[in-house]
């Protein structure tokens, strides 16, 4: 009888066996935990210190119904927030623009002005809770906003933790949440690497996202390549604006996802890790370790997901979370099992953060530092992947970059491609989905899901324009010409940004000035 050979999705074979001939070990690329070039993990002590940040991401409706739920997953044990926007939020118009309807809270809450986000915080003391926002375009005015409140619980910014996605670059490769054309939409960033260097020392400036890559279609190896190649974009344009690399490299933060194959997982975070320490020392030439440091947030795949026997995704999420904490994750957002058809209620979000618990306190994962170390397979995927990955980063320079990779649609050619392969394995049953293409049930089991109220629509219609009404006008107008007036200028825009919010400018209001100010991108292809 002959083996059929087996490949990952990245195209990597995976042999029967592997031992110290076919694949010796070549233990100075492994290092040692907390150093050069950190494949075995950021940390000496990774876990043994204390365990991820435990971070469900969460979001719906208005500000009241979202404050509520992050208390009740604080109350299960959540370690960390995760905001959730409404898509009028994420490309900047307010609840009551007719773009917004229809849509608000409905993929995350509504937030229109920094009367929301005293809300939606309302109860929860900044300087003791790490926040996450998943914001882009308007990641700027979010960010001011987290400030303001902050000021008003009297926490100083210089004590707030948390990480701003701010990853403009996925969004034209595979999201679509972009405002403005990339050149000013570069310049917001790195205005927020230099505001932060002095302003913010503990918050995570940008989250450089291979997440949403995957979950458009990508392999693994495309997802670490496009993600690292934009931070090269990010890293270059920041040096371009005057930043020295050790001033802002250390708070940059990754975000990855998390799927189905745990040893091509575990393989991907330790070669995008040892990566990265690379380029920023030898291309960038940075002296602080810190700032070789990849530190990453993983979410589990939402694209895996089935709405079929949706029980079944408690069991992927475990999988991918396991992956995520044996592959050296910072923090963890684990999907709730009925995702595929809802967002998700109270208690599939509780059996979501239980599953990180349980991996936490009782799986024994968190007991020693990197535990397939030294595994022929793992090491072999390790480095099979870091090849690929390199030949495809290789590629993109030499098609000038992730910029103009944006540009000739190299990025959505490249994952529609892979896309479409995976479709066509999957439809001829060369890969298997359990309920899906093998062992299927004659009718879909929908469970209980969440349902947003659609009256919530209007009244935050109301509560906005009641807002508007009520606030000083005349000092917002002087705000937002100030800003306009910046924008049209080489100084850094943050501090008008956050002058403007604390008027109660609302995030429709001063993207406005942006869009009249630097236009709006419109895909040509």
Same mark, same amino acid.
């Given at each position: 009888?002959?083996?059929?050979?087996?490949?990952?999705?990245?195209?990597?074979?995976?042999?029967?066996?592997?031992?110290?001939?076919?694949?010796?070990?070549?233990?100075?690329?492994?290092?040692?935990?907390?150093?050069?070039?950190?494949?075995?993990?950021?940390?000496?002590?990774?876990?043994?210190?204390?365990?991820?940040?435990?971070?469900?991401?969460?979001?719906?409706?208005?500000?009241?119904?979202?404050?509520?739920?992050?208390?009740?997953?604080?109350?299960?044990?959540?370690?960390?927030?995760?905001?959730?926007?409404?898509?009028?939020?994420?490309?900047?118009? @307010?609840?009551? $623009?007719?773009?917004?309807?229809?849509?608000?809270?409905?993929?995350?809450?509504?937030?229109?002005?920094?009367?929301?986000?005293?809300?939606?915080?309302?109860?929860?003391?900044?300087?003791?809770?790490?926040?996450?926002?998943?914001?882009?375009?308007?990641?700027?005015?979010?960010?001011?906003?987290?400030?303001?409140?902050?000021?008003?619980?009297?926490?100083?910014? @210089?004590?707030?933790?948390?990480?701003?996605?701010?990853?403009?670059?996925?969004?034209?490769?595979?999201?679509?949440?972009?405002?403005?054309?990339?050149?000013?939409?570069?310049?917001?960033?790195? @205005?927020?690497?230099?505001?932060?260097?002095?302003?913010?020392?503990?918050?995570?400036?940008?989250?450089?996202?291979?997440?949403?890559?995957?979950?458009?279609?990508?392999?693994?190896?495309?997802?670490?390549?496009?993600?690292?190649?934009?931070?090269?974009?990010?890293?270059?344009?920041?040096?371009?604006?005057?930043?020295?690399?050790? @001033?802002?490299?250390?708070?940059?933060?990754?975000?990855?996802?998390? $799927?189905?194959?745990?040893?091509?997982?575990?393989?991907?975070?330790?070669?995008?890790?040892?990566?990265?320490?690379?380029?920023?020392?030898?291309?960038? #030439?940075?002296?602080?370790?810190?700032?070789?440091?990849?530190?990453?947030?993983?979410?589990?795949?939402?694209?895996?997901?089935?709405?079929?026997?949706?029980?079944?995704?408690?069991?992927?999420? &475990?999988?991918?979370?396991?992956?995520?904490?044996?592959?050296?994750?910072?923090?963890?957002?684990?999907?709730?099992?009925?995702?595929?058809?809802?967002?998700?209620?109270?208690?599939?979000?509780?059996?979501?953060?239980?599953?990180?618990?349980?991996?936490?306190?009782?799986?024994?994962?968190?007991?020693?530092?990197?535990?397939?170390?030294?595994?022929?397979?793992?090491?072999?995927?390790?480095?099979?992947?870091?090849?690929?990955?390199?030949?495809?980063?290789?590629?993109?320079?030499?098609?000038?970059?992730?910029?103009?990779?944006?540009?000739?649609?190299?990025?959505?050619?490249?994952?529609?491609?892979?896309?479409?392969?995976?479709?066509?394995?999957?439809?001829?049953?060369?890969?298997?989905?359990?309920?899906?293409?093998?062992?299927?049930?004659?009718?879909?089991?929908?469970?209980?899901?969440?349902?947003?109220?659609?009256?919530?629509?209007?009244?935050?219609?109301?509560?906005?324009?009641?807002?508007?009404?009520?606030?000083?006008?005349?000092?917002?107008?002087?705000?937002?010409?100030?800003?306009?007036? #910046?924008?049209?200028?080489?100084?850094?825009?943050?501090?008008?940004?956050?002058?403007?919010?604390?008027?109660?400018? &609302?995030?429709?209001?001063?993207?406005?000035?942006?869009?009249?100010?630097?236009?709006?991108?419109?895909?040509?292809?």
């Amino acid at each position: 009888m002959t083996d059929n050979k087996k490949y990952t999705r990245s195209g990597i074979e995976i042999p029967m066996v592997l031992d110290e001939d076919s694949h010796p070990i070549d233990k100075s690329k492994l290092g040692k935990p907390g150093e050069y070039p950190f494949t075995r993990g950021v940390y000496p002590n990774m876990y043994r210190g204390r365990f991820w940040t435990m971070r469900q991401y969460a979001g719906f409706g208005t500000a009241v119904e979202t404050n509520q739920r992050f208390k009740y997953l604080l109350e299960k044990g959540q370690t960390g927030l995760s905001v959730a926007f409404d898509l009028a939020t994420q490309i900047g118009y @307010d609840s009551d $623009h007719p773009m917004a309807a229809g849509e608000v809270g409905r993929t995350g809450v509504a937030i229109d002005s920094l009367q929301d986000m005293e809300v939606l915080f309302d109860g929860i003391p900044l300087d003791k809770v790490s926040t996450s926002m998943t914001i882009n375009a308007s990641a700027a005015v979010l960010l001011c906003m987290y400030i303001a409140v902050g000021r008003k619980q009297g926490v100083g910014s @210089d004590k707030l933790t948390g990480t701003i996605q701010n990853d403009i670059l996925k969004e034209f490769i595979s999201r679509g949440t972009h405002i403005y054309p990339p050149k000013p939409s570069m310049r917001l960033i790195t @205005d927020i690497f230099a505001f932060a260097k002095d302003n913010l020392p503990k918050f995570n400036t940008i989250s450089i996202s291979g997440y949403h890559i995957r979950e458009a279609g990508s392999t693994a190896a495309q997802e670490v390549a496009f993600t690292l190649s934009d931070a090269i974009a990010y890293v270059e344009a920041a040096m371009k604006a005057g930043l020295d690399i050790d @001033d802002f490299a250390p708070r940059l933060s990754f975000f990855f996802a998390s $799927h189905n194959n745990l040893f091509e997982e575990v393989a991907k975070f330790r070669a995008a890790r040892r990566l990265w320490a690379k380029i920023v020392r030898e291309r960038f #030439a940075a002296k602080d370790p810190k700032s070789m440091m990849l530190r990453f947030h993983t979410q589990t795949g939402g694209s895996t997901l089935t709405a079929q026997q949706p029980e079944n995704n408690i069991v992927r999420t &475990t999988v991918q979370a396991l992956a995520a904490a044996l592959g050296g994750t910072q923090s963890l957002h684990t999907n709730s099992f009925d995702e595929a058809l809802a967002l998700p209620t109270e208690k599939s979000a509780e059996i979501a953060l239980r599953t990180q618990q349980i991996l936490a306190y009782e799986s024994g994962t968190t007991e020693t530092v990197d535990p397939l170390a030294g595994s022929y397979y793992v090491e072999y995927l390790t480095d099979e992947l870091e090849k690929q990955i390199v030949e495809i980063m290789d590629e993109i320079e030499r098609l000038g970059g992730s910029v103009q990779c944006i540009e000739t649609g190299y990025y959505k050619d490249e994952i529609a491609r892979v896309s479409w392969e995976f479709q066509q394995q999957l439809e001829h049953n060369e890969i298997v989905v359990v309920g899906v293409n093998k062992f299927q049930e004659a009718e879909i089991q929908v469970p209980s899901i969440l349902k947003i109220d659609p009256a919530l629509e209007q009244k935050k219609v109301t509560a906005l324009q009641e807002m508007k009404a009520a606030r000083d006008n005349s000092a917002v107008r002087d705000s937002l010409e100030a800003l306009r007036t #910046a924008a049209g200028t080489t100084d850094n825009v943050i501090p008008f940004v956050l002058a403007a919010v604390e008027q109660y400018a &609302t995030v429709g209001e001063i993207s406005d000035v942006f869009r009249e100010e630097w236009g709006e991108y419109r895909d040509s292809r």
